[in-house]
């Protein structure tokens, strides 16, 4: 039997994330600011390996954000690090190479590899079909339909934050109007807040003012009816048993959750079968000990 | 070797359609007025059977208008049909018995078969991922992702139809608001030109009227918008290769299908890769063939 170790990478716009993971479990892990260029994560990533002591047979599973082609697992496009058409896998290959160690590659969108730790030692385990919804700055996704995840023809499957909540509507970060986003990311709460009284807040200290300021409140009652049908869709579209809550805001609004699972439960009614909602449980590990797991 | 016939079966809310497929075509079917309970239904099929000469082992694909459980195969509610639990494989199994057929018996929603005929052997073929959207009275659709019917976890994958296009909408015969049905069904389009114009047309008529008749225009102009969001809906969230569609609207309205193609892809950019979208080809018989391959 040859040693086996695995690590996961989660890149991030800020940060970069190496660890290693052993039994589902992030053990032992490494964070750094991104660095700009591929090669500079790629190095970024090798040392951290490095340093976490990989040796032998290494496998090594990246999370990265923007979109991976799910045939080539080149990084398309990713708007957060300003990197277009990037083999990641063979500038971390050789960036390991350089310092001695030989890996095995995988690399998967953040989201998506988020959704599927989720999915096998979080909030979906025990599922066959998950949506995971991820509310911070923006709005990410991913989907889990039949025990696998559903990359989609050119790695846009789960993408829920860019489905369109109303034609001709708020203009959203990706350029396109009226996306789930432009009304319930963090950053569209925050803009919007900020349209009404002229204060920059973030989206969880509005969450905190709402029973006292008439503006947050309106706020963040628009957020979760539209959260709620953006949890509709999903039902119609793809009709998955369980959905996953997570993301920073989620995370630091309390009760944001419930009161979005309540809002879609009254939307779906007595005909359908309403998906459970529940809090994702792998907090800032999920993309990199989901991550690792791809790499199996 | 044993000789095994294949048969196909569609009980839609008027017309109950059985026929014998071989090298997957229709060589002969028999169609007539749907019967109103499930056990005479069950009888139309089986003696539609021994009419078509089966005998020996004998194979059967049911696609039936209404939600089936993904689990049991039961019909959990139909409303088109107005039934509700029925064990619709039980009822079958049993009239078949009573001419002396013994069955093998499939039961999948009407509109998931034809979406599955389109997808072995139609407009679908050659692709791994395509969501159909059949536009009729209704709206209704299904999804192959990785080769595979996408069921749902409670028999409603892909009722596209009923996603919210509009919060707090118009309403829908679902019972719910905003649904992307109640904006560019058959039976919508109709309402609104009605609404509009006092004259009630089909939505066929209302198509060819476009050129002169300014209020057929605008109810098109809206219902090829909510078609081309739906189709953008389906982008981000599932992000199939092609997009089928069909149904007796867009059969009739020539140049329909075109048009929600271009509006679609006007809104989705540069960033995103869309989907083809095809017309279906299968026409009437895609519910009757895809059923039978799904009893393979």
Redesign the interface.
């Known amino acids: 039997m040859s040693r086996e170790m695995l690590f996961g990478a989660d890149i991030g716009a800020s940060h970069i994330r190496v660890g290693r993971v052993v039994a589902e479990r992030v053990v032992q892990k490494i964070e750094e600011t991104t660095g700009r260029s591929p090669q500079a994560a790629a190095r970024q990533i090798a040392d951290a390996l490095l340093e976490l002591r990989a040796s032998g047979m290494v496998r090594l599973g990246i999370g990265c954000a923007g979109r991976v082609c799910p045939q080539t697992g080149r990084v398309v ?1 990713s708007p957060n690090l300003g990197w277009r058409d990037v083999d990641l896998a063979f500038e971390v290959v050789r960036a390991a190479a350089e310092v001695g160690l030989e890996l095995l590659v995988t690399v998967e969108n953040d989201v998506n590899a988020g959704v599927w730790g989720e999915f096998r030692c979080g909030a979906g385990r025990g599922t066959r ?1 998950i949506a995971g919804v991820f509310v911070g700055t923006g709005i990410g996704g991913g ?1 889990v ?2 025990g ?1 995840l ?18 001709e509507g708020a203009r959203c970060a ?3 109007r009226g996306c789930f986003e432009a009304y319930a990311g963090g950053w569209a709460v925050e803009a919007r807040y900020e349209r009404m009284t002229g204060r920059r807040l973030k989206a969880s200290e509005i969450w905190a003012r709402r029973g006292s300021d008439p503006s947050a409140a309106e706020v963040w009652s628009k957020a979760i ?2 959260l709620a ?1 953006l949890l ?10 369980r959905v996953v809550l997570g993301g920073g805001v989620v995370e630091r609004c309390n009760g944001l959750a419930d009161e979005v699972a309540a809002a879609y439960k009254g ?1 779906v ?1 007595d ?3 309403a ?1 459970d909602v529940v809090a994702a449980q792998l907090k800032g590990d999920a993309t990199l000990v989901g991550a690792a797991l791809l790499a199996l």
């Open positions: 496009f079909n989907l339909i039949g696998k559903l990359r989609g023809a050119s790695g846009g499957g789960g993408e829920v934050g860019h489905a369109p909540f109303e034609a990706c350029g396109r009816e539209v049908h509709l869709m999903l039902s119609a579209v793809v009709d998955v048993e939307l009614g005909d359908w079968d998906a």
